[in-house]
Antibody, heavy 121, light 108 residues
Framework: EVQLVESGGGLVKPGGSLRLSCAAS????????MNWVRQAPGKGLEWVSS????????FYGDSVKGRFTIYRDNAKNSLYLQMNSLRAEDTAVYYC??????????????WGQGTLVTVSS | SYELTQPLSVSVALGQTASVTCDGN??????VHWYRQKPGQAPVLVIY???NRPSGIPERFSGSRSGNTATLTISRAQVGDEADYYC???????????FGGGTKLTVL
């Protein structure tokens, strides 16, 4: 069974930093691209970042570019999101999600339960 | 960045058919995927690559794509289908991912 377990969320002041982690199990982690997707309270889903299997390809959404860094450790079956210069509008539940490639497209076939990040003074 | 537009809400009578639309410029050239999210839960994939159902998703869920609009259709709607539904595309030229704003489905 695929399991994605996020950790590292919490309360942080504006301008601060936080690192999220995602522990993956139940599948060959190094064989899949991964994503972070967030959801602000009462709002819709927003893609944050994607990373390919060997970290060759990395992409970011416009709202986090230059502030967030996605990386992975395949030996530890783990995905990370380093978040710097945090703003109030970064407050959200952050989901770790497995990226499935299929016939020239990508979609998310498994999601974690999410970790809440609150940016407030 | 690529934008997808969904209606904020859709209502359907119990047992009838609901349609949730997703509009995007040149969406006909992209594959569309759909997710269902119930309150307090993580999203779940219900349709991938326009019209394919993952295992465990009932045949009542189907998808289609025509022109600039993709549609998620839920037949014989049940109270358990009440949820927020999101469409998603992947832009192969930029690697960007776009989600629609989400549609709240209410079963009356």
């Amino acid at each position: 069974e695929v399991q994605l377990v996020e950790s590292g969320g919490g309360l942080v002041k504006p301008g601060g930093s936080l690192r999220l982690s995602c522990a993956a199990s139940g599948f060959v982690f190094s064989g899949y691209s991964m994503n972070w997707v967030r959801q602000a309270p009462g709002k819709g889903l927003e893609w944050v970042s994607s990373i390919s299997e060997t970290s060759t390809y990395i992409f970011y959404g416009d709202s986090v570019k230059g502030r967030f860094t996605i990386y992975r450790d395949n030996a530890k079956n783990s995905l990370y999101l380093q978040m710097n210069s945090l703003r109030a509008e970064d407050t959200a539940v952050y989901y770790c999600a497995r990226w499935k490639g299929d016939s020239g497209t990508y979609f998310i076939d498994n999601w974690g339960q999410g970790t809440l990040v609150t940016v407030s003074s | 960045s690529y934008e997808l537009t969904q209606p904020l809400s859709v209502s359907v009578a119990l047992g009838q058919t609901a349609s949730v639309t997703c509009d995007g410029n040149n969406i006909g050239g992209k594959n569309v995927h759909w997710y269902r999210q119930k309150p307090g839960q993580a999203p779940v994939l219900v349709i991938y690559r326009d019209n394919n159902r993952p295992s465990g998703i009932p045949e009542r869920f189907s998808g289609s794509r025509s022109g600039n609009t993709a549609t998620l259709t839920i037949s014989r709607a049940q109270v358990g289908d009440e949820a927020d539904y999101y469409c998603q595309v992947w832009d192969r030229s930029t690697g960007d991912v776009a989600f629609g704003g989400g549609t709240k489905l209410t079963v009356l």
